[in-house]
T-cell receptor, first 115, second 112 residues
């Protein structure tokens, strides 16, 4: 079956602009995660959804970052007033289980560049 | 704050050799451990997970977990040039206990 998909694959924006990144998880997966990865680093957790609700948003760096999953499937990560430090690859992952034994499968990522 | 430590490498091994990748973690209460492989410019790909002390084998890959020493390793037997990648170790964390907390990864280079 289809894996996790993310759009766009690349996004270039100017400092101060608003961006939206989309994630479509594996069909039937109730758990959805957003991470971001900077060069030379491992992915860094941002937010976790179980169904429609954000079960853990402890990784969001500040209030410029927000994510939604209104119907429990597709999720959108929204970044306001982008800064150059937001440049990274934003990864989405999904899992069929959200508990302690969940295996997460990653999408291809969106490379965000803030000029 | 949970931490995961990995030697960044690069680890260089000849084709056919055993590659040994190591990872330590800070939280003694961690229960679930994952190894991801990441090719340059690609996203992480899950290759192994382990929850119990001891060894878990899957093809050429063996994950080893020692909770007393807070140590998890990945062995790759008969290494191939196609195994050249960055290997990321992760444990579960976050407020809900389900987020992956990653190390920085170890770069493996297999020479033919």
């Amino acid at each position: 079956g289809a894996g996790v998909s993310q759009t766009p694959s690349n996004k270039v924006t100017e400092k101060g602009k608003y961006v939206e990144l989309r994630c479509d998880p594996i069909s039937g997966h109730t758990a959805l995660y957003w991470y971001r990865q900077s060069l030379g680093q491992g992915p860094e957790f941002l937010i976790y959804f179980q169904g429609t609700g954000a079960a853990d948003d402890s990784g969001l760096p500040n209030d410029r970052f927000f994510a939604v999953r209104p119907e429990g499937s597709v999720s959108t990560l929204k970044i306001q007033r982008t800064e150059r430090g937001d440049s990274a690859v934003y990864l989405c992952a999904s899992s069929s289980r959200g508990g302690h034994y969940n295996e997460q499968f990653f999408g291809p990522g969106t490379r965000l560049t803030v000029l | 704050q949970k931490e995961v430590e990995q030697n960044s490498g690069p680890l260089s091994v000849p084709e056919g050799a055993i590659a040994s990748l190591n990872c330590t973690y800070s939280d003694r209460g961690s229960q679930s451990f994952f190894w991801y492989r990441q090719y340059s410019g690609k996203s992480p790909e899950l290759i192994m997970f382990i929850y119990s002390n001891g060894d878990k084998e899957d093809g050429r890959f063996t994950a080893q977990l020692n909770k007393a020493s807070q140590y998890v390793s990945l062995l790759i037997r008969d290494s191939q040039p196609s195994d050249s990648a960055t290997y990321l170790c992760a444990v579960l964390g976050g407020q809900a206990g389900t987020a992956l907390i990653f190390g920085k990864g170890t770069t493996l280079s297999v020479s033919s």
